[in-house]
């Protein structure tokens, strides 16, 4: 949700957009104005349809918002804070800071956005009631808001991980095995269930009607499909590495080489021998720096004699460095944020090793081929460092 545009912040919570959301809008507009309002009340003007169309779509979008702010409502009540809400081409996601620590948590969190959606159907419901003697029109309205967040609750409510649905149908497992990998892997494979089945429905729609309707539901079911996934491998890497931390990981000897050497011995004598693309560059002992083969192609090739290490390496101040002590998971995620491959570990003003994300991938695959049962213990022989993204 890079691409998502903030709006405002309600109750402690930003809001924002993903720039999908706006074809959803105007979607659900030109369909209620062209087709549906346009059928169900043909005595009404282009105005008045387009008018009553861009109301369902403005109170989907904030039915949609209502069922992500009650996630996070409760979610915050249980000593869970939610960073954030962005709406996107499938509805919506409240951004939770961690995954809940009990299946009781995760069954609140989950079951009170269709329980928002429904409560919210029911209100319009019984607008329409209210209405109907005194406006058809602005009654049959409200009997499609009634409908869309009726239908938005039993949608979320499929038993398919990441939705809803899939969220208690997990809390429901992991509270009888107490086992939340087990439990989100079996949810998972249900979600991906339900997926194809959506995709099933989609291609027997095009088969037999012959139009591009079941598009749509091709797309629902893929995105679901590759959600049910990486929300099970997101799960999977951070049971992983719970309780391990970059010291168990990282590579202790790292290639050093002095800040007064030229690019032209740093070239002759240490990447064209060693092979190496990457060097921590180290004066009295104390961390200066990193260069690397992008830094080296940055200075022309006939200054290379008279240019040293420290004038093209790039600084300690301007790298994202971790200590020996951090989360490994967090500092995963660090790497994602700033789009870096490797990270300088650092200790004081000491170097202590570097961190590679393919290290991190490898150690979560050997765990993972152990049945998450091996020791977390650091390199024993010296390893040379690979180079940073874009070498």
Not at 30 to 54: C, H, I, K
Not at 251 to 269: G, Q, T, Y
Not at 329 to 334: E, F, G, I, R
Request: charged share 15%.
């Amino acid at each position: 949700m890079g691409s998502s545009i903030r709006i405002g912040r309600i109750f402690g919570v930003d809001v924002g957009f993903h720039w999908s959301w706006v074809f959803i809008f105007l979607i659900v507009t030109w369909s209620f104005a062209t087709g549906v309002l346009n059928e169900a009340y043909p005595g009404w003007t282009d105005g008045q349809r387009w008018a009553g169309a861009v109301v369902v779509a403005a109170v989907f979008f904030l039915s949609v918002l209502a069922h992500e702010l009650s996630h996070a409502l409760v979610s915050n009540k249980l000593g869970l804070p939610v960073r954030s809400i962005t709406l996107f081409v499938f509805g919506g996601v409240a951004n939770l800071t961690r995954e809940p620590d009990a299946a009781k948590d995760e069954f609140r969190i989950a079951s009170v956005g269709p329980a928002t959606s429904m409560a919210l159907g029911g209100l319009f419901a019984i607008a329409w009631l209210a209405l109907r003697p005194f406006n058809d029109g602005l009654a049959g309205i409200c009997a499609y808001l009634a409908v869309i967040n009726a239908s938005l609750a039993v949608f979320n409510m499929l038993p398919g991980f990441p939705l809803d649905g899939g969220r208690v149908f997990r809390s429901a497992v992991w509270g009888r095995n107490r086992d939340r990998l087990r439990a989100t892997r079996l949810a998972s494979r249900v979600g991906e269930w339900i997926a194809y089945g959506i995709m099933a429905i989609g291609v027997l729609e095009i088969l037999l009607t012959g139009t591009l309707g079941g598009v749509w539901f091709l797309f629902i079911g893929f995105f679901l499909r590759n959600a049910a996934v990486a929300s099970y491998e997101q799960i999977l890497i951070e049971t992983t590495l719970s309780g391990i931390h970059v010291r168990d990981v990282m590579r202790p000897h790292v290639n050093i080489v002095p800040p007064d050497m030229s690019i032209d011995e740093l070239v002759n004598d240490r990447v064209m021998r060693e092979g190496s693309r990457c060097f921590a560059v180290l004066g009295a002992g104390e961390f200066m720096g990193l260069i690397t083969l992008t830094d080296i192609r940055r200075v022309p090739r006939e200054e290379w004699a008279s240019t040293s290490v420290y004038r093209a390496m790039t600084p300690a101040s301007q790298l994202v460095s971790v200590s020996p002590a951090q989360s490994l998971m967090s500092v995963l995620q660090a790497m994602a944020a700033h789009d870096v491959n490797q990270l300088p570990v650092v200790q004081g003003r000491e170097l202590a090793g570097m961190l590679d994300r393919g290290d991190v991938m490898r150690f979560i695959q050997v765990r993972r081929d152990l049945g998450g049962s091996a020791a977390a213990r650091p390199p024993s022989t010296p390893q040379e460092t690979p180079g940073l993204p874009g070498d």
